[in-house]
């Protein structure tokens, strides 16, 4: 009974946060838009019984998703802004994470902690902050203007590129600390092994040090890439009209078009995209775990 108790907690968790709210999200996708509250038909009545309906139901909001262009655009979109955004942390992320591990012992603890600092500061703050630093009369544009480096203000705000700018800088440490775990595990006797063998020091890195952290880059890929495919502030506050991403549509469905069974058909296609990663993410953890017993 014990062990049932403990087992039953997650479970009844998941049920209670994640089935149940997923079951109303698939059930309002099966419906149809209607001038009433809630927004949709048909809603369950005890009188007329289940069978009747699940009769009801549809899938006509799955079928305008692939007739309609703006849709499947929005998942390319968004796939390639969160590949790309992966990529970028990753190359911004890991040699943070190598002098993180290769600092002395007594400094670790305050990289670890300047690293998580962003996160004592609201999130909706830090993405406000930088739509006055990226803005053409921003702190950038200014701070290049004094230098003579540009003659005239850089348009980066409601761009890709600030988009990237406010996906990598948000995600960041969600890339650092597991490369960072990995490499300040790494035993430095394979590094001097390797030199000792003929391997320069740039060949001991790409042949020791980059194969034993790939646990922690496949990690923090997978924690960068699962939030910023669904993104929605930085997209709204820093891309603008421009970027087409399927979280603005989401939100554009809902709030402003009012069409929650459109609405609800494109998070549940969302959804079953990052199922891939996350189970890609939960085999990869376990294999990890398999080794290091």
């Known amino acids: 009974m014990r062990r049932f108790f403990l087992i039953s907690i997650p479970y009844f968790w998941l049920l209670a946060l994640f089935l149940v709210p997923f079951a109303i999200v698939l059930k309002i996708s099966l ?14 009545s005890w009188s007329e019984g289940i069978g009747a ?15 309609d262009d703006l849709y499947w655009k ?28 290769r600092a002395p012992e007594e400094w670790r603890a305050t990289l670890m902690m300047m690293v998580i600092l962003p996160f004592w500061t609201s999130f909706l703050i830090r993405v ?18 004094g230098l003579g480096v540009i003659d005239t203000p850089l348009t980066i705000l409601n761009t890709n590129i600030a988009v990237y700018i406010g996906i990598v800088y948000t995600y960041l440490p969600f890339m650092i600390l ?16 390797a030199e000792d063998l003929g391997c320069s020091r740039a ?34 506050l820093l891309g603008g009209s421009g970027t087409l991403m399927i979280g603005k549509v989401l939100w554009e469905e809902f709030f402003s078009n009012r069409d929650w069974p459109v609405a609800s058909a494109v998070a549940v296609v969302l959804l079953l ?21």
């Open 31 to 44: 419906s149809d838009t209607a001038l009433a509250i809630p927004p949709y038909l048909p809603t369950f």
């Open 53 to 67: 309906f699940l009769s009801q139901l549809d899938f006509e909001n799955f079928i305008w998703l692939t007739e």
């Open 74 to 101: 929005a998942y390319l979109s968004s796939l390639k802004i969160a590949v790309l955004s992966t990529i970028f942390t990753l190359l911004v992320g890991y040699p943070i994470a190598y002098a993180m591990a």
């Open 128 to 145: 406000y902050a930088w739509m006055g630093i990226l803005s053409n009369e921003g702190f950038l544009n200014q701070f290049l203007l």
């Open 178 to 193: 597991p490369i960072y775990a990995s490499l300040d595990r790494l035993d430095g006797s394979l590094i001097e092994a």
């Open 203 to 236: 060949q001991a890195f790409w042949l020791v040090t980059i194969p034993l952290s790939r646990p922690g880059i496949i990690a923090g890929s997978f924690l960068v890439f699962i939030p910023a495919l669904g993104e929605f502030v930085i997209p709204s």
């Open 273 to 293: 995209i990052l199922v891939i990663p996350i189970v890609l993410f939960q085999r990869n953890q376990q294999k990890q775990a398999e080794t290091e017993e």
